[in-house]
């Protein structure tokens, strides 16, 4: 799992504003297909929005600890609703560029 200063968490919700979500979570879980498309999505744009439907809070937090651990990514935030997940892509041909850790 990455972690992330507060600076970079900051500048990555500040990205994210502006996009939907690309992965819903519906009412079977967490199933491999639907992490393999989290996958992809990432691989696709390295910052992405999961929207979760259901009302269980832990049950949400649960899925963003599980999808940040299987998938090597980092938990920007929790609102919500709303995931959003962060995962930066191959060395060379990354699209976000964070903040250096100070």
Do not use: F, W
């Not at 491999?32 to 009302?55: M, P």
């Not at 938990?75 to 997940?85: C, P, R, Y």
């Amino acid at each position: 799992m990455i972690e992330l200063t507060s600076d970079q968490r900051r500048y990555l919700k500040s990205l994210a504003h502006h996009l939907n979500p690309v992965v819903m979570i519906g009412n079977n879980g967490l199933t491999d297909a639907v992490i393999r498309e989290i996958a992809v999505s990432l691989d696709a744009h390295e910052l992405i929005k999961i929207r979760v439907l259901g009302d269980d809070r832990a049950l949400r937090e649960q899925y963003l600890q599980q999808i940040c651990t299987d998938l090597d990514a980092a938990a920007v935030q929790h609102i919500g609703k709303l995931l959003l997940i962060y995962r930066p892509g191959v060395e060379d041909k990354r699209k976000i560029v964070l903040p250096k850790k100070k």
